[in-house]
């Protein structure tokens, strides 16, 4: 079976060629079904919308709409029934997918989904805003980032190629946003801007974490190694986390290299897998992956991880909370083609998550959103100029286009603001009430105290397949309260410690399952995973 057969981005390789690894991904539709009452109400919105845009749309026949002059950006449209098509079939999606399926294309790209992002809420008139809603097609349950379906998630997009994403990066291979100064020369001058202004991104990081000599860093997402040799070179000991088999390879040889290997431990290990207490939490662009359903769990690890006195530094893409509301009940391009399951967060979801959850709370914050939008055209432009050298790694064209559009689709979201990137300090308030939390942890397997299969509950929604399979191949658990470990039993799809005067039960969304301690029901609100029963009543941990 040919690589094209295995992996939809991958052409059918050449003598000599490298090809990428293999990649479950989805590919872009090549028949759209005609529908067409959906595809005229789609070409409706949309000449109407463009009818007052500074842009340039040019269709087949040399017709064009759109109220810019020569200078304003152009949108070229090959075969626009094949557009409305799509968009009609589903709005989220389908612009995207008729760019990476060539249906329209553009020389400016970025410049073109600007304009269309600026007016995002006046393009569809207040009279078609129903017809846009029923085009829309809603997240759906299955995406929920247990730590099986994160595995796979990040295996769909970090294990692409190493050599790949080598050929757009800087030379550090940091894949996030970097701190630019206006002072530094610009970037073809002497070919290192995007490098210093990823060196200056780490190191506030860093700054915020109070990292130096003799500090014990945890790393939430390793990357390709950067931040850790960079904490490791400050004198610090660096254990660092990820999901990515192919990033941990390059990582750990990138960190021999540098010198630092006695320093750093790279574990392929998911965040709620973490133990021990760190003076320093570092996380790096990661939340946008752990999904909204998981954010009281990540921010009550990252909190159990610290030690007193200690800080984290977290940093964060953004969006506004009206903006962010919206996109967690949307299923969207993104989520298809680039990042499955991931959700950025607003600043208020992320302030109110960590004050129900945990002691943290945000203690300084640097906002970088324009520098994103420069990170992102610098990558766009050296992925184009190293075009040839993906290609002959095996990619094929809508691989490219897909790239293309993203990278040129997450510039606009920054260039308008409807995206930002936070860099948070995080500390521990000791006026916080803090509450025990059980935290799961998974030991060896004892057949001594394997449980029995995980039941299906009755009379509320049962839990995942993977964490059922992950509680079974757990064997036993303990739970950690504070710098405590206790026993933990698995009861069904629950655990439950006893400390102290309290009873804990904790598992996934224990609420959804109807379960009761000593006869009084679990706070039914499903983004609350841990609750601490007393002898007097219960409190939400």
């Not at 479950?24 to 005229?40: F, H, L, T």
């Not at 845009?53 to 029934?81: N, Q, T, Y």
């Not at 506030?204 to 500090?215: C, I, K, N, P, R």
Request: hydrophobic share 35%; charged share 20%.
């Amino acid at each position: 079976m040919s690589s094209s057969a295995i992996n939809p981005w991958l052409a059918p390789p050449h003598a000599g060629r490298t090809t990428g690894s293999t990649k479950a991904s989805r590919p872009v539709p090549v028949g759209v079904p005609r529908m067409p009452a959906r595809a005229k109400a789609a070409e409706l919105i949309f000449r109407t919308g463009v009818r007052r845009m500074p842009i340039r749309v040019e269709l087949p026949d040399g017709r064009r709409w759109g109220a810019g002059g020569p200078d304003d950006p152009l949108m070229l449209l090959a075969r626009p029934s094949e557009l409305f098509r799509r968009i009609g079939r589903d709005a989220n999606i389908g612009f995207g997918e008729a760019y990476q399926a060539g249906d329209w294309s553009s020389p400016q790209p970025a410049d073109l989904l600007t304009a269309f992002a600026t007016q995002l809420t006046t393009v569809v008139p207040p009279s078609l805003q129903g017809l846009r809603i029923w085009a829309q097609r809603i997240r759906g349950h299955l995406e929920s980032n247990t730590a099986a379906v994160a595995r796979r998630n990040t295996h769909a997009h970090y294990d692409l190629s190493n050599q790949m994403f080598a050929t757009f990066l800087d030379e550090t291979m940091t894949y996030s946003c970097a701190w630019f100064d206006p002072l530094d020369p610009p970037d073809g001058q002497d070919g290192d801007g995007l490098t210093r202004a990823q060196l200056r991104k780490i190191d506030a990081v860093l700054d915020h974490a109070g990292v130096t000599t003799g500090t014990h860093v945890i790393e939430i997402g390793t990357g390709w190694g950067a931040l850790s040799i960079r904490a490791a070179q400050r004198g610090a000991t660096v254990t660092s986390l990820t999901l990515s088999v192919e990033q941990k390879r390059l990582a750990e040889e990138r960190i021999r290299r540098a010198g630092v290997a006695d320093r750093v431990t790279v574990l392929l290990q998911d965040y709620r897998e973490a133990v021990g207490q760190y003076d320093a939490v570092v996380s790096v662009e990661m939340i946008e992956a752990v999904g909204a359903h998981y954010w009281p769990t990540y921010f009550a690890t990252l909190d159990a991880l610290l030690k007193p006195g200690g800080r984290v530094a977290l940093q964060s893409i953004t969006m506004p909370p009206d903006r962010m509301q919206i996109t967690r009940r949307a299923y969207t391009w993104i989520n298809k083609h680039i990042f499955p399951g991931g959700l950025i967060p607003s600043i208020e979801a992320i302030e109110a998550t960590i004050t129900q959850h945990t002691r943290l709370r945000i203690t300084q914050r640097r906002d970088l959103g324009p520098d994103y939008a420069h990170t992102l055209r610098c990558w766009r432009e050296r992925f184009l100029t190293h075009w040839p050298s993906v290609a002959d790694m095996g990619f094929d064209e809508t691989f490219k286009r897909t790239w293309e559009y993203y990278l040129a689709y997450s510039e606009a979201g920054f260039r308008t603001g409807y995206l930002n990137v936070s860099q948070l300090q995080l500390s521990a308030d000791s006026r916080a009430i803090h509450e025990p939390r059980l935290s799961l942890r998974p030991r060896q397997p004892d057949v001594r105290h394997r449980p029995s299969r995980v039941p299906r509950t009755s009379g509320g929604e049962h839990q995942d397949p993977s964490d059922r399979a992950e509680l079974d191949t757990a064997g036993c658990a303990v739970a950690v309260v504070g710098d405590r470990i206790v026993p933990a039993v698995l009861l069904g799809t629950l655990a439950v410690a006893h400390c102290g005067d309290a009873v804990l039960v904790t598992g996934p969304q224990p609420g959804r399952h109807g379960c009761r301690a000593r006869g009084v029901p679990v706070d039914p609100d499903p983004y609350r995973h841990t609750t601490a029963f007393s002898r007097n009543g219960f409190r939400p941990c």
